[in-house]
């Protein structure tokens, strides 16, 4: 399993520190997954990644920070958790996820 974050600045102006600052703090708060530099997730300029994530998902448009997606290592299955979701609400999704495509590809 790969973690991986996406800083945007669209909400709120949350995110206003530049790429470094940003991996930084999240080296400090001991988060070890891949820090991408900063993108739009939604309109105009939006990353060609949301733009995938949200189609494959069929979740329309991202509201807030923090929104998560649990992508099947194959990109065909995508579902998404918004904000308010924390990572043991999510778990046993993930866990579903990786049993299936273990088992699909003995």
């Given at each position: 399993?790969?973690?991986i974050a996406f800083p945007c600045n669209q909400f709120g102006?949350?995110?206003p520190k530049s790429n470094a600052q940003i991996a930084e703090f999240c080296k400090r708060r001991g988060?070890?997954?891949a820090v991408m530099k900063k993108c739009k997730v939604n309109g105009f300029g939006a990353s060609p990644v949301f733009d995938f994530l949200k189609v494959k998902s069929k979740s329309g448009g991202i509201m807030w920070n923090f929104y998560k997606y649990v992508v099947a290592p194959d990109g065909?299955?995508?579902?998404?958790?918004t904000?308010?979701?924390t990572p043991n609400a999510m778990a046993a999704h993930i866990?579903?996820?990786?049993?299936k495509w273990d088992e699909?590809?003995?």
């Open positions: 399993m790969v973690i102006a949350q995110e988060f070890d997954g065909r299955q995508v579902t998404r958790f904000t308010a979701a866990a579903a996820t990786i049993a699909a590809n003995k």
